[in-house]
């Protein structure tokens, strides 16, 4: 997800990459936040970037983005750029979650980019049913159904919206442990045996350090 912002602290994250006018490291990494501070992202810098990134690219901006809309669909810009963009797309997910009249939800429903509010009802919607509706006509039937289930399919509530929260962190399991194995994080953090034939491997995840450590041997 790319993601324009005139505010990089809600989005800052344990493992992050800063960069100045120019994208100079690759936004490849599910793990990592990367953040670049530019006035000229462009819409075709967002239709370029945007199969790469894996994660989030937030892009600084002093100023509201001037995107197309093919590149709108595949970015989110943050509130509060709102003041100084046309953008009504804020609005239309406050509708959708807070009114209750479900006709006037419809009546600001002005083909607004789906990819963009999807990502906002996943922090904001927490109904499995509303989901499994929208995956039954989801690249299935016609884009308008989906637009009805985003519209009357969801109970609305008076609560703040708010932005997604960040995934959390997800080890990466060594090849050493099966698939299956659910206990691998126990096991190779009390077992120094197991712990160092990881090491061995190479394939040691992020955090572990790669020096091996003697066991104790009873005489």
């Known amino acids: 997800m790319i993601i324009f912002t005139d505010d990089e602290s809600p989005f800052r994250d344990e493992n992050e990459v800063f960069m100045y006018g120019s994208i100079d490291t690759v936004p490849d990494r599910k793990d990592t936040t990367y953040f670049l501070q530019s006035d000229k992202f462009s819409s075709e810098d967002v239709l370029s970037w945007s199969p790469i990134v894996q994660n989030r690219l937030v892009i600084i901006t002093r100023k509201a983005p001037k995107l197309s809309k093919a590149a709108k669909e595949l970015c989110v810009v943050h509130d509060n750029l709102r003041g100084k963009s046309n953008d009504d797309t804020f609005l239309i997910v406050k509708a959708i979650i807070n009114w209750a009249d479900r006709e006037r939800v419809a009546s ?15 922090g904001n919607e927490t109904d499995i049913d509303v989901w499994r509706r929208f995956a039954k006509v989801q690249y299935i039937l016609p884009e308008k159904y989906l637009e009805a289930s985003i519209i009357y399919g969801i109970t609305p509530s008076r609560k703040r919206v708010s932005w997604p929260k960040k995934k959390s962190k997800v080890k990466e399991r060594p090849e050493l442990f099966k698939a299956d194995d659910k206990h691998w994080e126990i096991i190779l953090e009390n077992s120094i045996s197991v712990a160092n034939k990881v090491r061995e ?5 992020k955090g572990m350090t790669r020096r091996k450590v003697a066991s104790q041997s009873w005489i």
């Open 108 to 122: 600001v429903f002005n083909n607004p980019p789906i990819p963009l509010l999807l990502w906002f009802l996943k």
């Open 201 to 205: 491997s190479g394939d040691i995840p």
